[in-house]
């Protein structure tokens, strides 16, 4: 008899063979007439520009992780909000610490100027090689012990 | 699975609901404050000694919060305490070299409790699960501690690195406890102890426990899995370097007691005799490897190679003596770590010099107490008698001699034989050898040289008195 995982491997293997009939069949049956236009990438019926593989500016990193924080919020407020007047208080309190550990985060990246589209500061630490320049930055209390 | 969770659970783990508020509070000062590094060092100074007495006030009760899945007191508390130690050590070590290097921001200091954090929670996992969360919680802060100095090249190699290979690493951590979990049918390690026994030389439990240790001995550096070692430690920070070695080490160590139990162990086609070897090579590559080092921050991290060898020998035994032995293993070697880094970072100039042997020649009359100390350190890294590490040593071995280890214990003493040629060739340099011609400055940190003093208090006390220690540890196994 089939265990809980033969039935996913057995669905898995239907999944593939299902996908594989069709492209074969449909393989066989198409006319195959190729012409310039219609073998170029489809990007919604402009005409291509560049390659795909292109740099994103680094913000939109930022802006992406800080989205994908509440959108994890959302997905947890849901459930709770199905279930919390039968879970009482505690469960309310959960949710308020939940959110504020959100809300300590989100204030940090906005205080911190992340949120700011026009005005990048980053503040990159200071490092300097080099004997003068090392030397320049001794202070008295660099002195020996 | 239904957990229950009640308000007393957040109590029950106090230290890391400690921690957790305190890195909550360093992340809001430093974004309130326009000067939160200078808030911060204190803030967290306050978190991690607030967090180790919440911890010592419970050392002898212990139970479970969570529905079970986390264990509260004694054990896990004692854990707490080794870690919030080397955490209080780091800060005030950490203060006047993130001035020098230009560093000085208060996230550093959110990233250190969140690191402690997630340790506590690896010392406290009962459940395989929790103790994922926890190990990552805590790798999460250590790549980017690694990589905190990040105009400098070497410290983003090192975070790189770290990063790729700890992740690749987790892969294999995470595959062990599927694979585990589908023989056992469950994640909770009481239950997978219980049933052990009866797998124990089945292919699939044993492929996932061998995978499971792969990813804990990739986390304290023992030899197939030791490679990133000397390159993250060089490159990173030189307190995060002695907070990684120790803290870090430390962590997996207390999952491996937690895990590794003699019933999982298994006799003849269990993994303890893979264990044995691994333990072996770290002490015999760790220790002949480091002779050869010119710096002394890479030579400290082939060392910290060794003692994962050293403290293995404690998991291999697996009786009460190499069970404790690994305890106090623990607390020496954060404290006695933790300061040698300590003493490289004061020594260190801001552009990350002065960190070859050449470079302390004739330290002593220049900086007396900073060499003694140092001296101290490496004594008691070396294993001479009146300090910690010693004891450490004599009691992993005195483990491994009771369970019929033998040829492991004296693999290890004639490997700390040949570890004392390194660490006395610093002693050597310090106080035998003259002072090159241009002089060089080293830091005088307040802070520092407090944190010194306490770490060698605490090496000297541990040694005069090692059953303070193997009294409370005594009680968990």
């Not at chain 2, 160590?253 to 072996?280: C, N, Q, S, T, Y």
């Not at chain 2, 004594?379 to 910690?388: D, I, M, N, Y």
Request: aromatic share 14%; glycine share 10%.
């Amino acid at each position: 008899m089939l265990t809980e995982f033969g039935r996913v491997f057995l669905f898995i293997l239907i999944g593939i063979v299902f996908v594989a009939i069709g492209l074969v069949v449909a393989w066989l049956l198409r006319p195959h007439r190729p012409y310039p236009s219609k073998r170029t990438t489809y990007e919604c019926g402009e005409t291509p520009v560049g390659d795909t593989r292109m740099r994103f500016n680094v913000r939109f990193y930022v802006i992406a992780l800080i989205f994908i924080v509440f959108d994890v919020e959302v997905v947890f407020l849901f459930p709770w909000a199905l279930v919390y007047l039968s879970l009482g208080w505690f469960a309310f309190f959960e949710m308020i610490a939940f959110l504020t550990i959100l809300f300590a985060g989100y204030a940090y990246v906005w205080r911190k100027g992340d949120l700011e589209w026009d005005r990048p500061a980053p503040r990159i630490p200071r490092y300097e090689r080099g004997v003068g320049v090392r030397e320049a930055r001794l202070t008295e209390d660099e002195i020996a012990v | 699975m239904n957990i229950p969770v009640t308000p007393g659970d957040l109590l029950a783990i106090g230290p890391i609901s400690v921690m957790f508020a305190g890195a909550l509070v360093v992340l809001l000062a430093e974004s309130i404050f326009r000067n939160g590094e200078a808030w911060n060092r204190w803030l967290a100074l306050a978190g991690f000694l607030a967090a180790g007495t919440v911890a010592f006030l419970n050392t002898g009760w212990s139970g479970v919060a969570f529905g079970g899945t986390v264990a509260t007191g004694g054990f896990a508390n004692y854990c707490a305490i080794v870690y919030a130690s080397a955490g209080a050590l780091s800060v005030l070590l950490s203060t006047d070299y993130l001035r020098k290097t230009g560093i000085a921001f208060g996230e550093y200091y959110a990233l250190l409790m969140i690191a402690v954090l997630g340790m506590m929670l690896m010392g406290a996992a009962l459940d395989l699960v929790v103790f994922f969360l926890g190990l990552e919680t805590m790798s999460i802060a250590f790549y980017v501690l690694a990589a905190f100095a990040r105009s400098q090249g070497t410290s983003n190699e090192s975070g790189l690195k770290y990063f790729l290979l700890g992740a690749f690493a987790t892969g294999f951590l995470l595959y062990g406890i599927a694979l585990v979990y589908g023989t056992t049918g469950t994640t909770s390690i009481p239950l997978i102890r219980d049933k052990a026994p009866s797998l124990i030389g089945t292919p699939v439990f044993t492929i996932g426990l061998a995978l499971i240790l792969i990813g804990l001995l990739f986390k304290i550096a023992a030899v197939p899995f030791h490679m990133w070692a000397p390159d993250v430690y060089e490159g990173a920070p030189t307190p995060v370097s002695g907070f990684m070695a120790t803290g870090g080490k430390a962590a997996a160590f207390a999952a491996f007691l937690v895990l590794f139990r003699p019933e999982v162990l298994g006799g003849e086609k269990g993994l303890r005799d893979v264990i044995a070897v691994v333990a072996a090579a770290s002490m015999i590559f760790g220790n002949v490897v480091a002779i050869a080092q010119s710096s002394i921050k890479r030579m400290l991290a082939y060392s910290s190679i060794a003692h994962a060898g050293y403290i293995l020998v404690g998991v291999v035994a697996a009786n009460a003596t190499g069970a404790n032995g690994v305890l106090f293993y623990l607390m020496a070697y954060t404290v006695m770590n933790i300061g040698a880094f300590g003493v490289l970072a004061m020594v260190e100039n801001g552009a990350g010099e002065n960190l070859h042997f050449e470079d302390y020649a004739g330290l002593s009359a220049q900086a007396p107490v900073l060499s003694l100390m140092m001296a101290l350190f490496m004594f008691s890294l070396a294993g001479v008698p009146p300090f910690a590490g010693f004891f450490g040593k004599y009691y992993v071995f005195a483990g491994a001699i009771q369970a019929g280890y033998t040829w492991l214990a004296i693999v290890g003493v004639l490997m700390s034989v040949v570890s004392a040629y390194y660490y006395l060739r610093l002693v050597v340099m310090m106080y035998f050898t003259a002072a090159s011609a241009s002089p060089r400055r080293v830091g005088k940190s307040s802070a520092g040289l407090l944190a010194l003093g306490i770490a060698v208090a605490a090496l000297v006390y541990l040694g005069l008195f090692p059953s303070t220690i193997i009294d409370v540890t005594s009680r968990f196994f």
